[in-house]
């Protein structure tokens, strides 16, 4: 397949932001400030979900009386007053990629679990939102990774078939998803590790961005 033929979509927290940890960090630092326990392993259950999913994860692990406006709100005002200062951390080898596959005109998209308008100004921020031809965020769908849906919607608009697609992916509910949207799934673990399930579902596993731009240069 000549690389012409085919089209990248990427996630973005964890995959091209150093975000995850970050989120964690914040979650922790919240949730002992209110005597909140088994924070990461909630945490973990989350990642590459979408605001809702996160909420129903949450309220089944602690209850419906758990205050997770609060606590979300808590977490964002943290998240940001750090970002703020330092900058969002971006991935490294994100940066490379990006510019390689765009300067080899190979169509790009982000389907991301995070709501459009976050999104949006995160990647403006980092002054990575003019490499994508499409960017989706998770509040323009109702089901969250690992549904396929968000990214059949991104192929569609696209304009582009699913299965001449690789996605970019780090969490395995991204994994899931962009396999059972029929994509070719690339892996970067960030958090959680690459088990045998995510290798069987992904055409390829790198420790880094950089091995993801070898492995299409070499295409």
Known sequence: MRQSDIAVIFDMDGTIF???RLVLDCWERVGEKHGIT????VFMRCIGTNKVRTEEI?????????????????????????????GIPVKPGAAELLEYLFGNKIPLGLASSTRLATVTQELQAAGLYDYFQVVVGGDLLKKSK???????????RMGVLPKNTYAVED?????????????HPVMVPDLTPATEEMRSLSVAVFEDLF?????????
């Open 211 to 219: 091995g993801v731009k070898d492995y299409f240069a070499k295409m």
């Open 146 to 156: 690992p549904a396929p849906d968000i990214y059949l919607m991104t192929c569609e």
């Open 58 to 86: 949450v309220y089944g692990h602690y209850g419906r009386d758990f205050p997770y406006g609060k606590f979300s709100e808590d977490s964002s005002v943290l998240f940001h007053e750090i970002t703020e200062k330092a």
């Open 18 to 20: 150093d975000t995850e």
């Open 38 to 41: 088994d924070i990461r392993e």
């Open 171 to 183: 969490s395995y509910n991204g994994i899931r998803s962009a396999h059972s949207a029929g994509l």
